[in-house]
């Protein structure tokens, strides 16, 4: 992985957590029916989730408060402790892609519930997506001796949600993955993610 240079992946079909879907959906207690549905569900979206990844490793340098994350400068304390002990930034967006979305907006106009699911199902892909890069990137990064932290979102803690903007415009997420950014900093597709995620400095 070069700093500066953007690259793509690509997911399919990921395991997914029945539990955390039915947390998604505000929904934890299950029935016979509920198991059904879901069933259904997964089995529709199945073919419409294709997880996609725009990422780049950047250099990270701090000046007494401020952190330069190499695409932008922010003084978020939030951040500033998640990256730690951290000499470079792996920078990534993660998308479940359009489809879903577009299913999800036909199923609401005649079942609430199935679209209620299907859109805790898209939640969790795309967490699954976020999770499995994250966990292939660790991987790359032990075998150099290096580590890499939990990833933190704009929005989270005082990390402002407007770096939205400088995200997405470094990562060129509209060409790299087909996802857009609105006035109001909305994602489409919706069920999509960025995330910065500090690389520890050498741990052996």
């Known amino acids: 992985m070069n700093n500066a240079r953007i690259s793509v992946r690509s997911y399919g079909v990921l395991p997914l957590d029945r539990s955390e879907i039915l ?3 505000g929904t934890p207690a299950t029935s016979p029916e509920l198991d059904c549905l879901l069933d259904a569900c997964l089995a529709k979206s199945e073919a419409l989730l294709r997880g996609r990844v725009c990422f780049s490793v950047l250099p990270l ?3 007494e408060q401020i952190l330069d994350l190499t695409f932008a400068t922010t003084a978020s304390a939030s951040l500033g402790r998640a990256l730690e002990g951290c000499d470079r930034i792996l920078l990534f967006a993660a998308t479940a892609g359009l489809e879903i979305d577009r299913f999800i907006f036909r199923t609401a106009k005649h079942s609430s519930a199935e ?3 299907l859109q805790a199902i898209g939640t969790a892909y ?3 997506v976020c999770d499995r890069f994250c966990s292939e990137i660790a991987q790359e990064l ?3 001796g290096k580590g890499l932290r939990p990833r933190f979102s704009p ?3 005082d990390l402002p ?6 995200v997405f415009s470094y990562l060129d997420c509209p060409a790299r993955i087909g996802l857009t950014l609105n006035e109001t900093l909305l994602m489409s597709p919706s069920k999509s993610v960025t995330a910065i995620a500090g690389i520890l400095k050498e741990t052996n």
Not at 161 to 166: M, N, P
């Open 115 to 117: 679209a209620l699911l």
């Open 23 to 25: 947390r998604y959906a």
């Open 61 to 63: 340098h701090r000046k």
């Open 155 to 157: 929005g989270y803690g």
């Open 161 to 166: 949600l407007s770096l939205q903007r400088e």
């Open 126 to 128: 795309v967490e699954a």
């Open 142 to 144: 032990g075998e150099g």
